[in-house]
């Protein structure tokens, strides 16, 4: 049996065993406390190599015959291989055990007994064994009788939250679990506590790997925890984690922790394929719901009861996703769908994915304004798909839930005039995309194309002959509200020289900066020019 199963006995109670009752402690008593699980005889000068953690290892002091200098050099190593105590028989064949040992000792907390002569290594050997025996066949009775009891539990179907709670009564401490989506489940102690918004906390012990004991600040306490992985991800592990809150872990509640992870994994297996089947349901209602294929008002109030969606009547916008950059995959895609669905303060956001985009509803509530809710969701988007831009294009507003397909529509629309007019703000609407919205309109005619090029194309010969930028800096011209000083500040150039690419464009085109008309037509043009190179995807 492994030393950690062992929490009965202790290098104290060895003075209680009737053939040890004349042993003397000689040193280290401070490491009295220390756990024996085993008995070890060391009459070779090689023990080292073959000792254990837990052991006490007794002596009749034949290895250090002559040379009782040795026992200073061997204590740092057995202390190190875990050794819990080591006990010599002085007088035969070393006379005491040397000063020096001693004091080594105290600054460990080795403890070292000073054996009676007349000690029979045998009887002690049994005595010792026989206790430990006791105690494990305690322990081992203890651990399968919590092991039986919640997987009966479990097997009735009682769910994660009873078991938790079960759990927590018999270990006396607040446990908790996190799923592989984030998702915080607490015992009752750990939810009187709290303890369900101390998310980073547990997400960092997974992020670090940390398994086993670890030390970590929740609830304003610097605690000590037992963390257990109930699953063999790599990534995003469910963590079961049990807190020493009220009364110190023993080993046993240790053992239990790791033992149940099994019934627990098994559980969230469970939990995973029943979810994954309702989300199904979910998301089909959400893509009929909001692209517009459930005509009947009556038909829409059904299905959304029957997944469990019920939609209030309430104004709401439809909102789809952009990506800035390179697009998500779509498992990706789905994962961040279950971590926002997991999200309690997301509830009243319903998020689907049609034809491999994201799309959204979200409320509009006084109490919670609608870029406030974005927010929140941008942030657990950046953190589920890290090093992903996004830009929510949010649709018209819709007066309840049978008009969000038109809310949809515009959202749709918003998103591709985002697109090809290369706008990078985190939040669109019709208002942001200024006059881009009305060129969106314009057909694909020779005039247009005529009008676009009597501008832009001058200025694209000049800059390709003269390796200049007078093109990009009347773009940045009308961006920064035709301020030269601005403008001269995003290109990082003199002022001087913004004015005088300005005023050689005008010249190049026949225009004035002083004439309305003249920079509205130039304007015009440069939007033009940008809507083109974003359908041409350039």
Request: proline residues 4%; charged residues 25%.
């Amino acid at each position: 049996m492994g030393s950690g199963v062992i929490t009965g006995l202790t290098c104290s109670d060895i003075l209680l065993i009737p053939d040890l009752k004349e042993a003397v402690v000689l040193a280290g008593s401070g490491g009295l406390g220390r756990y024996i699980n085993r008995v070890n005889v060391m009459e070779v000068p090689d023990v080292i190599d073959w000792v254990r953690p837990g052991e006490f290892l007794i002596t009749s002091g034949f290895p250090f015959h002559g040379q009782p200098g040795l026992i200073t050099e061997i204590i740092p190593q057995l202390n190190q291989k875990g050794v819990s105590a080591l006990g010599i028989k002085t007088k035969r064949y070393i006379d005491e055990v040397p000063a020096e040992a001693l004091e080594l000792a105290d600054q460990l907390d080795f403890p070292i007994f000073e054996l009676p002569a007349r000690t029979s290594f045998s009887d002690v050997v049994r005595d010792i064994m026989e206790r430990v025996l006791v105690q494990e066949a305690r322990e081992l009775s203890q651990l399968q009788s919590r092991f039986q009891k919640l997987s009966r539990q479990l097997l009735h179907g009682d769910g994660i939250e009873d078991f938790l709670q079960t759990l927590d009564g018999m270990l006396h401490n607040p446990i908790v679990l996190l799923d592989d989506t984030d998702q915080v489940f607490c015992s009752p102690q750990a939810d009187e506590l709290g303890l369900a918004g101390e998310l980073p906390a547990w997400m960092q012990l997974r992020q670090e790997g940390s398994l086993g004991i670890s030390f970590l600040t929740v609830g304003g306490r610097r605690i000590r925890a037992y963390v257990s992985a109930v699953n063999d991800k790599q990534n995003d592990q469910c963590l079961l984690i049990l807190l020493e809150w009220d009364r110190e872990l023993s080993v046993v509640d240790q053992l239990t922790i790791d033992r149940v992870g099994v019934l627990v994994g098994l559980e969230m297996i469970n939990a995973g394929a029943r979810r994954e089947v309702e989300l199904k349901y979910v998301d089909q209602f959400l893509q009929d719901w909001i692209s517009g294929r459930i005509a009947a008002a009556e038909d829409l109030k059904l299905r959304a009861e029957a997944c469990g969606c019920p939609l209030p009547e309430r104004p709401l916008r439809a909102v789809t996703v952009g990506w800035l950059e390179e697009k998500p995959e779509l498992k990706q895609l789905q994962q961040a769908v279950k971590r926002v669905r997991a999200r309690a303060d997301l509830q009243q956001v319903k998020l689907t994915i049609i034809e491999g985009e994201l799309v959204l509803t979200v409320p509009e509530l006084p109490e919670s304004p609608l870029e406030e809710t974005l927010g929140r969701l941008l942030a657990e988007l950046h953190r589920s798909l890290p090093g992903e831009s996004c830009a929510f294009c949010i649709g018209d507003r819709a007066e309840g839930p049978a008009e969000v397909r038109f809310s949809y529509e515009s959202a749709r629309r918003i998103a591709r005039i985002r697109e090809i007019s290369g706008y990078s703000g985190p939040y669109v609407d019709y208002r942001k995309l200024g006059v881009f919205r009305l060129l969106y309109h314009l057909p694909e005619l020779a005039e247009i194309g005529e009008y676009r090029d009597q501008y832009v194309i001058p200025l694209l010969e000049y800059d390709r002959k003269h390796n200049a930028s007078l093109l990009q800096t009347l773009q940045l011209y009308f961006k920064c509200n035709r301020n030269i000083k601005r403008t001269s500040a995003e290109l990082f150039t003199h002022y001087n020289t913004v004015t005088y690419r300005i005023d050689r464009a005008c010249e190049l085109l026949g225009l004035s900066l002083d004439d309305g008309d003249d920079m509205l037509e130039l304007q015009l043009a440069l939007k033009l020019h940008e809507m083109g190179r974003g359908r041409r995807g350039e």
